[in-house]
C-alpha cells in the first residue's frame, strides 16, 4: 500500500501531471475568487480538454482546479462579504464581520490555515479509507453495484430538495437523467432507442455537451442580468495581522481538526454536499463556546467562526472522493462532473479504481494535498493584490465564457448537434435554476443510467430475479426505501 | 415564474416519459426493460408535478427575471454565426461585437481582447490540437470553403 502512495506522489510530480495541476490551480484560483463563477460550472466547462490527457494528467488538471476552489472562495467572502462560492457562504457570517472591525489579515490568515489543515486531514481520510473500503467493494457483484447506484441517486434525489415536493422534483430530475442515459444504440440488442433516426442520437448522449449546457447556460444568464456587479472594493493593505490568523488556528486546533472531521464525514455521506458541511462545521464552533457572553461573539467577528468553516470546507473534498472512487456514487455536484471525466477517460470507478488504477487514486489524494498547500503559499504572497483580482467586469467574462461553452461541447464529436444539445440543456438548466430545482439529481442519472442499465441487466441474465435476495442488495434496498422515507418522518416530526 | 418553470419541467418530462413508454413497448425485452422501468414510474412523478404546479399560488411576488431575452438572443446569435461563418470567423465577430455593444468596452481593448481570445483559439484548437472546423453554412453555399 505504501509503495502505490508513493507511486502515486510520483505519478503528480512527473512534469507534465504537475504542469497541468498547476494549470487547474491557477484557474481555480481565479474562479473561486469570483463571485458568481461556480467551480462546478468550470469543472463542466473544462471536461473537453481532458480527452487526450492520460488519467493522472486529468485528474491533477481536474482536481487540482477543484481543490483551491474553496480556499480562494473564503477569502472573497472575507473581504467583501459575498461568497466567491456556495460553498463558502458560512466564512462571510464571522470573517466579513472581523474585515469590518479591520481585523481582515487575521481572519484571512485563520481562512487560509485552516483551509489547508482540512484539506490535508480530508486527504489523509481518503487514503486511509481505501485500504478499508477494498475487501468490502472487491466482494460487490452486479446487483450490488446496481442498487448502490440506485441508492446514489436516492441520496442525491431526496437530501438536495427539501421536503416531500423538493423529494418529488429531485427523482423527476434524477429519474429524467436516467431515461436520457438511455438514448442511442442499446449494447444488448442493438435496438436503436430515441434516436428520431438521427446518426449523432446513435451513439447516445454525449455527456460534455449536456453538463456544459446545463451548469455554464445558467451562469451566464445569471452574470448577464446582473451587469458588472462583481465587486468593487479598491485593493487595500489585508495582508497585516494575517500570522496572527495563523497562530489562531493552532491555538484552537482541537477545534480546526473536529470541524475539519465533520467536513470529511458529510463529505462521505452522498448528497449532503459542501453548502452542508461548511453550516454544521460553523454550528459545532458556535457550540464550542463556553460562556453565554462567549457565544455572542460568534457573528461579531469571532475568529473561530471563520476556522470552522474554513476547515470543513476543504476537508470535504477528500471525503466525497471516497464513494466517488471506490463505489461510482458521487457525493455532491462537483463529484458527479467529476465522475463524468471518469468516464470519459475510460476509468469505470469501483473495484478497478483500487486495484488496477490504485496509483491513480493516490495520486489523486496527492494533488488534493500539493494543490492546497501551492494555493495557500501563493495566497500568503499576494495577500495584498488579491482584492484586485475580483474586480473583474462580468460583461467582460461573458464572451469568454460563451466561446469556452460552445468550443468545449463541439470538441466532443465535432459536430454541429452538439451545439443544439448545449443549447437544449441550457435552457433546461436554466427552467430548473427559475424553478428551483436540484441539478445534481439529474447529472447523477445522465452519469450512472449506462452503467447502471448494463449491471441491471447483467444481474438479470446472470441470477433472474434472485438478485434480489442477495444479503447485501437486501441491505441496500433497506437503506434505498429509508433514505426516501426520511423526509416524510421529518415533515412528520415537524406537524 | 417558479410554478411556471416548474410545470413547464414537468410538462416536459411527462411528454419525454409518456413517449418512452410508448416507444419502448415495440422493442426486444433486452432494450425494453430500463427505459420502461424508469420511464413509466418517471410518468406518474411528473404528472403529480405537473398538477402541484398548476393548483399551486406561488407565483404571486415571484417575477420572471427582468433582461432575460436580450442574453439569450445573444447566446442564439453566436449560434447562428457559428453555422452560418464557421467557428474561426464567428469566434472573432461575437467578441467584438460583445464587447463593443453589450459590454460597452472602447474600440482599443475590444479589438485588443478580440484578437487576444482569438490567438488562444486558434493557437489550441487549430494549430495544437488539430481540430477540425468546418467552414459555415453560408461560406459553403457562397463557394467560399475550401
Redesign the interface.
Given at each position: 500500500m505504501l509503495e502505490a502512495l508513493w507511486e502515486g506522489l510520483l505519478l503528480v510530480l512527473q512534469w507534465k501531471a504537475f504542469g497541468f495541476m498547476l494549470l487547474g490551480i491557477g484557474l481555480g484560483f481565479w474562479v473561486g475568487l469570483l463571485p458568481g463563477l461556480g467551480g462546478a460550472t468550470t469543472l463542466a466547462l473544462m471536461l473537453p480538454f481532458i480527452y487526450t490527457m492520460q488519467p493522472v494528467e486529468a485528474f491533477a488538471f481536474l482536481l487540482g482546479m477543484h481543490a483551491v476552489v474553496a480556499t480562494t472562495g473564503d477569502i472573497t467572502s472575507v473581504l467583501f462579504g459575498l461568497p466567491g462560492e456556495a460553498t463558502s457562504a458560512a466564512t462571510v457570517v464571522d470573517g466579513y464581520a472581523m474585515t469590518k472591525k479591520g481585523e481582515a489579515g487575521r481572519a484571512l490568515g485563520a481562512a487560509l490555515a485552516s483551509s489547508l489543515v482540512g484539506a490535508i486531514i480530508g486527504a489523509v481520510a481518503l487514503a486511509a479509507a481505501i485500504p478499508i473500503v477494498r475487501p468490502l467493494v472487491l466482494t460487490f457483484g452486479s446487483p450490488e453495484l446496481f442498487m448502490l447506484a440506485i441508492v446514489g441517486l436516492a441520496f442525491i434525489a431526496s437530501l438536495s430538495g427539501e421536503g416531500t415536493r423538493g423529494m418529488l422534483r429531485g427523482f423527476l430530475a434524477g429519474g429524467f437523467g436516467l431515461l436520457l442515459a438511455t438514448i442511442g444504440q442499446d449494447p444488448q440488442s442493438g435496438t436503436a432507442r430515441f434516436t428520431f433516426d438521427s446518426l449523432y442520437l446513435m451513439q447516445g448522449l454525449d455527456l460534455v455537451p449536456v453538463l456544459v449546457g446545463i451548469f455554464a447556460i445558467p451562469e451566464i444568464i445569471d452574470l448577464f442580468v446582473r451587469g458588472s456587479s462583481i465587486a468593487n472594493i479598491p485593493p487595500g493593505k489585508v495582508a497585516k495581522g494575517a500570522w496572527e490568523g495563523v497562530k489562531d488556528t493552532f491555538r484552537h486546533f482541537g477545534l480546526t481538526i473536529r470541524c475539519s472531521l465533520i467536513g470529511t464525514f458529510i463529505g462521505v455521506m452522498p448528497g449532503l454536499g459542501g453548502s452542508v458541511a461548511q453550516w454544521l462545521a460553523y454550528g459545532h464552533a458556535a457550540q464550542s463556546a463556553k460562556t453565554p457572553e462567549e457565544r455572542k461573539q460568534f457573528g461579531q467577528g469571532d475568529v473561530r467562526g471563520v476556522l470552522g468553516p474554513g476547515a470543513a470546507n476543504n476537508s470535504k473534498e477528500g471525503g466525497s472522493l471516497i464513494p466517488t472512487v471506490a463505489f461510482g456514487v458521487p457525493g455532491s455536484t462537483s463529484m458527479a462532473i467529476l465522475l463524468g471525466g471518469f468516464l470519459l477517460l475510460g476509468l469505470v470507478p469501483g473495484p478497478d479504481m483500487l486495484t488496477k488504477h490504485i496509483a491513480v487514486t493516490y495520486s489523486m489524494v496527492w494533488t488534493i494535498v500539493l494543490a492546497n498547500i501551492i494555493t495557500v503559499a501563493l495566497c500568503f504572497l499576494f495577500l495584498d493584490r488579491l482584492a484586485g483580482i475580483t474586480n473583474v467586469k462580468g460583461h467582460r467574462l461573458i464572451p469568454i465564457i460563451l466561446v469556452l461553452v460552445f468550443i468545449g461541447s463541439y470538441t466532443s464529436n465535432s459536430h454541429y448537434g452538439d451545439l443544439l444539445v448545449t443549447l437544449f440543456f441550457g435552457a433546461v438548466g436554466y427552467l430548473m435554476v427559475l424553478a428551483g430545482w436540484p441539478r445534481a439529481p439529474f447529472v447523477l442519472g445522465l452519469v450512472l443510467g449506462k452503467i447502471a442499465e448494463n449491471y441491471l441487466y447483467i444481474s438479470t441474465a446472470r441470477y433472474e430475479a434472485a438478485w434480489l435476495t442477495r444479503p447485501v442488495v437486501l441491505v441496500l434496498i433497506v437503506v434505498a426505501v429509508l433514505v426516501i422515507a426520511y423526509p416524510f418522518f421529518q415533515a412528520r416530526s415537524r406537524g | 415564474?417558479?410554478?411556471k418553470?416548474?410545470f413547464?419541467?414537468?410538462v416536459?418530462?411527462l411528454l419525454?416519459?409518456g413517449?418512452?413508454v410508448f416507444?419502448?413497448h415495440g422493442?426486444?425485452r433486452?432494450?425494453a426493460?430500463?427505459?420502461l422501468?424508469?420511464?413509466a414510474?418517471?410518468l406518474v412523478?411528473?404528472l403529480?408535478?405537473a398538477i402541484?404546479a398548476f393548483k399551486s399560488n406561488e407565483a404571486e411576488g415571484d417575477p420572471m427575471?427582468?433582461?432575460?431575452a436580450?442574453?439569450?438572443a445573444?447566446?442564439?446569435g453566436?449560434?447562428a454565426l457559428?453555422?452560418l461563418l464557421g467557428?474561426p470567423i464567428a469566434?472573432a465577430a461575437?467578441?467584438l461585437a460583445?464587447?463593443k455593444f453589450?459590454?460597452?468596452?472602447d474600440w482599443i481593448f475590444s479589438v485588443v481582447?478580440t484578437a487576444l481570445?482569438w490567438g488562444a483559439?486558434y493557437g489550441l484548437?487549430d494549430a495544437m490540437?488539430h481540430?477540425?472546423f468546418p467552414a459555415g453554412w453560408l461560406l459553403e453555399w457562397l463557394g467560399f470553403a475550401a
Amino acid at each position: 500500500m505504501l509503495e502505490a502512495l508513493w507511486e502515486g506522489l510520483l505519478l503528480v510530480l512527473q512534469w507534465k501531471a504537475f504542469g497541468f495541476m498547476l494549470l487547474g490551480i491557477g484557474l481555480g484560483f481565479w474562479v473561486g475568487l469570483l463571485p458568481g463563477l461556480g467551480g462546478a460550472t468550470t469543472l463542466a466547462l473544462m471536461l473537453p480538454f481532458i480527452y487526450t490527457m492520460q488519467p493522472v494528467e486529468a485528474f491533477a488538471f481536474l482536481l487540482g482546479m477543484h481543490a483551491v476552489v474553496a480556499t480562494t472562495g473564503d477569502i472573497t467572502s472575507v473581504l467583501f462579504g459575498l461568497p466567491g462560492e456556495a460553498t463558502s457562504a458560512a466564512t462571510v457570517v464571522d470573517g466579513y464581520a472581523m474585515t469590518k472591525k479591520g481585523e481582515a489579515g487575521r481572519a484571512l490568515g485563520a481562512a487560509l490555515a485552516s483551509s489547508l489543515v482540512g484539506a490535508i486531514i480530508g486527504a489523509v481520510a481518503l487514503a486511509a479509507a481505501i485500504p478499508i473500503v477494498r475487501p468490502l467493494v472487491l466482494t460487490f457483484g452486479s446487483p450490488e453495484l446496481f442498487m448502490l447506484a440506485i441508492v446514489g441517486l436516492a441520496f442525491i434525489a431526496s437530501l438536495s430538495g427539501e421536503g416531500t415536493r423538493g423529494m418529488l422534483r429531485g427523482f423527476l430530475a434524477g429519474g429524467f437523467g436516467l431515461l436520457l442515459a438511455t438514448i442511442g444504440q442499446d449494447p444488448q440488442s442493438g435496438t436503436a432507442r430515441f434516436t428520431f433516426d438521427s446518426l449523432y442520437l446513435m451513439q447516445g448522449l454525449d455527456l460534455v455537451p449536456v453538463l456544459v449546457g446545463i451548469f455554464a447556460i445558467p451562469e451566464i444568464i445569471d452574470l448577464f442580468v446582473r451587469g458588472s456587479s462583481i465587486a468593487n472594493i479598491p485593493p487595500g493593505k489585508v495582508a497585516k495581522g494575517a500570522w496572527e490568523g495563523v497562530k489562531d488556528t493552532f491555538r484552537h486546533f482541537g477545534l480546526t481538526i473536529r470541524c475539519s472531521l465533520i467536513g470529511t464525514f458529510i463529505g462521505v455521506m452522498p448528497g449532503l454536499g459542501g453548502s452542508v458541511a461548511q453550516w454544521l462545521a460553523y454550528g459545532h464552533a458556535a457550540q464550542s463556546a463556553k460562556t453565554p457572553e462567549e457565544r455572542k461573539q460568534f457573528g461579531q467577528g469571532d475568529v473561530r467562526g471563520v476556522l470552522g468553516p474554513g476547515a470543513a470546507n476543504n476537508s470535504k473534498e477528500g471525503g466525497s472522493l471516497i464513494p466517488t472512487v471506490a463505489f461510482g456514487v458521487p457525493g455532491s455536484t462537483s463529484m458527479a462532473i467529476l465522475l463524468g471525466g471518469f468516464l470519459l477517460l475510460g476509468l469505470v470507478p469501483g473495484p478497478d479504481m483500487l486495484t488496477k488504477h490504485i496509483a491513480v487514486t493516490y495520486s489523486m489524494v496527492w494533488t488534493i494535498v500539493l494543490a492546497n498547500i501551492i494555493t495557500v503559499a501563493l495566497c500568503f504572497l499576494f495577500l495584498d493584490r488579491l482584492a484586485g483580482i475580483t474586480n473583474v467586469k462580468g460583461h467582460r467574462l461573458i464572451p469568454i465564457i460563451l466561446v469556452l461553452v460552445f468550443i468545449g461541447s463541439y470538441t466532443s464529436n465535432s459536430h454541429y448537434g452538439d451545439l443544439l444539445v448545449t443549447l437544449f440543456f441550457g435552457a433546461v438548466g436554466y427552467l430548473m435554476v427559475l424553478a428551483g430545482w436540484p441539478r445534481a439529481p439529474f447529472v447523477l442519472g445522465l452519469v450512472l443510467g449506462k452503467i447502471a442499465e448494463n449491471y441491471l441487466y447483467i444481474s438479470t441474465a446472470r441470477y433472474e430475479a434472485a438478485w434480489l435476495t442477495r444479503p447485501v442488495v437486501l441491505v441496500l434496498i433497506v437503506v434505498a426505501v429509508l433514505v426516501i422515507a426520511y423526509p416524510f418522518f421529518q415533515a412528520r416530526s415537524r406537524g | 415564474m417558479a410554478k411556471k418553470a416548474s410545470f413547464a419541467l414537468a410538462v416536459l418530462i411527462l411528454l419525454a416519459a409518456g413517449y418512452a413508454v410508448f416507444t419502448a413497448h415495440g422493442w426486444p425485452r433486452k432494450a425494453a426493460l430500463f427505459p420502461l422501468a424508469i420511464g413509466a414510474p418517471l410518468l406518474v412523478l411528473a404528472l403529480i408535478e405537473a398538477i402541484w404546479a398548476f393548483k399551486s399560488n406561488e407565483a404571486e411576488g415571484d417575477p420572471m427575471p427582468r433582461g432575460i431575452a436580450l442574453p439569450w438572443a445573444w447566446i442564439v446569435g453566436f449560434l447562428a454565426l457559428i453555422a452560418l461563418l464557421g467557428f474561426p470567423i464567428a469566434v472573432a465577430a461575437f467578441m467584438l461585437a460583445y464587447l463593443k455593444f453589450a459590454a460597452k468596452e472602447d474600440w482599443i481593448f475590444s479589438v485588443v481582447v478580440t484578437a487576444l481570445v482569438w490567438g488562444a483559439f486558434y493557437g489550441l484548437f487549430d494549430a495544437m490540437l488539430h481540430l477540425p472546423f468546418p467552414a459555415g453554412w453560408l461560406l459553403e453555399w457562397l463557394g467560399f470553403a475550401a
